[in-house]
């Protein structure tokens, strides 16, 4: 009998340390009876994907659905705010300052210099007015008035060439009235001339007078054509000149005319 139960408890070790081992190796019987819910922890390297609700700077891209106000700043100056689903997309209104103009564009609005010889003309009776007035100081004399009525600069080459009725040709210049520079006249401005038509003294010789007028105007080349020519009106009656009949060269100032 003793070595009956020695038996029997070395057969209820040897079954209580296999099924110690299963239960280690994870593969141990469990009760068949009542089962209860198996519960366990197990560690992972990688976390669950959580929704997630985000402020975002500029074009934002998620997952799922988001909602969210999103400022962002666009190339230039301004901000933009806006409220998307799903991939959010700032949208805003921007200010970006403007890019300077091509060289080409500049250089068609700058303004052209009026007073460069390149963009200058010559005054004639085309672009100008001519009015010839007689006068009693200097005694004898008569004042040539050209107005530039043009809408550019215009330069009185030389002289005037005159030309009265029955004249064989037109009067000499008086050399030491030459200004030092070409008489310029801007739209709007005024040269003069002066006519001696015959001597104070009565010493002039061949003397006429005449109701017509013409002017001649030169161009940048001494004796050169400038242009049309012009034909003021004369006093009633006309005038009368000799041989004494000399023209200055074209003034800038009035006052070296009446002083001649």
């Not at 007035?133 to 050209?146: D, G, K």
Request: charged share 15%.
């Amino acid at each position: 009998m003793r070595i009956r139960r020695t038996r029997h408890l070395l057969a209820l070790t040897a079954l209580a340390a296999l099924a110690l081992t299963a239960c280690k190796n994870g593969t141990g019987v469990q009760d068949e009876g009542a089962s209860q819910p198996a519960s366990s922890t197990t560690n992972s390297t990688t976390a669950p994907p959580t929704p997630a609700t985000s402020a975002t700077t500029g074009a934002t891209t998620g997952t799922g659905t988001t909602t969210g106000k999103t400022t962002g700043t666009t190339t230039g100056t301004g901000t933009g705010t806006g409220t998307g689903t799903g991939t959010g997309t700032g949208s805003g209104t921007s200010t970006t300052p403007a890019k300077n103009p091509p060289a080409a564009a500049a250089a068609a609005t700058k303004t052209a210099d009026p007073w460069d010889p390149a963009n200058r003309v010559t005054c004639n009776g085309s672009n100008t007015k001519v009015t010839a007035q007689t006068l009693t100081r200097p005694l004898n004399h008569m004042l040539l008035t050209v107005t530039n009525t043009g809408s550019k600069v215009c330069d009185l080459f030389y002289y005037p060439a005159l030309k009265f009725d029955g004249a064989q040709s037109v009067p000499p210049v008086d050399e030491d009235t030459q200004p030092q520079a070409v008489t310029t006249l801007a739209p709007g401005e005024s040269g003069y001339a002066g006519v001696r038509l015959s001597a104070a003294d009565g010493s002039g010789e061949g003397g006429s007078t005449s109701k017509n007028l013409t002017i001649y105007f030169q161009g940048m080349d001494p004796g050169s054509d400038g242009g049309p020519a012009a034909k003021p009106s004369l006093p009633t009656g006309g005038v009368y000149y000799d041989n004494s009949l000399t023209v200055t060269y074209w003034q800038q100032d009035m006052e070296d005319v009446l002083s001649w």
